[in-house]
């Protein structure tokens, strides 16, 4: 039962890399999305997608971008990495964007990110 | 605008206590909340949720209740185990119901 998988789980960055964050999940849901957790912040979306071909930006986008060019993977890309995104990225999915008890939102197990 | 928050970051009970935990939020016109429990190292895990037109909603162990008039739900968890130990958050959807706006959690701490 893999749910949403997120890799890597733990990554180190210098200040000014790029990298992408992977999330793949095997339920066939339509919308996914993508948080960061930060030490007394609470979830904080970033992007989401409801559907393959089609994204849009949450509440904190900035030096963020994604792709859904299928209905399973919705990559986040940090394109030029800075301290301020030390975070722990959470991604998940679920059938629709209003989740409820018959369909829940499953979440990944976290990127933990740090920037230095 | 919209934000979701919890009255108390932390919450500190004795097995078999009932524990409630505490959600205030802002926009009136929120229809539509969900409780999530997120264990250390895992992502968070939906528990329960309540619409609006409800105000008492019931599962194991746990029950929701949402005061519309003073914007406020809460969380009772019945028989509080160490396995309760997490941080809790509640979420409601944003206005256009596109995405969930979480509040900040509040960590409950169950000892023996």
């Known amino acids: 039962n893999a749910g949403v998988t997120q890799t890597p789980k733990f990554q180190v960055l210098k200040t000014g890399q790029s990298m992408t964050l992977q999330c793949a999940q095997d339920m066939n849901h339509e919308y996914m999305s993508w948080y960061r957790q930060d030490p007394g912040m609470g979830l904080r979306l970033i992007h989401y997608s409801v559907g393959a071909g089609i994204t849009d930006q949450g509440e904190v986008p900035n030096g963020y971008n994604v792709s859904r060019s299928t209905t399973e993977d919705f990559p986040l890309r940090l394109l030029s990495a800075a301290p301020s995104q030390t975070s722990v990225y959470f991604c998940?999915?679920?059938?629709?964007?209003?989740?409820?008890?018959?369909?829940?939102?499953?979440f990944g197990d976290g990127t933990r990110l740090s920037i230095l | 605008g919209e934000s979701v928050g919890l009255h108390l970051p932390t919450l500190s009970v004795q097995e078999g206590d009932n524990s409630i935990i505490n959600c205030a939020y802002s926009?009136?016109?929120?229809?539509?909340f969900i409780w999530y429990k997120q264990e250390s190292g895992k992502g968070p895990q939906f528990i329960i949720d309540i619409r609006s037109n409800m105000d008492k909603r019931q599962g194991q162990r746990v029950t929701v209740l949402l005061n519309k008039t003073v914007k406020h739900l809460s969380l009772q968890i019945a028989a509080t185990q160490p396995g309760d130990s997490a941080v809790y958050f509640c979420a409601d959807l944003n206005q256009a119901g596109t995405a969930l706006i979480f509040g900040k959690g509040t960590t409950l701490s169950v000892s023996s």
């Open positions: 998940a999915s679920s059938q629709n964007s209003v989740p409820n008890s018959n369909q829940p939102q499953h």
């Open positions: 926009n009136s016109a929120s229809d539509y």
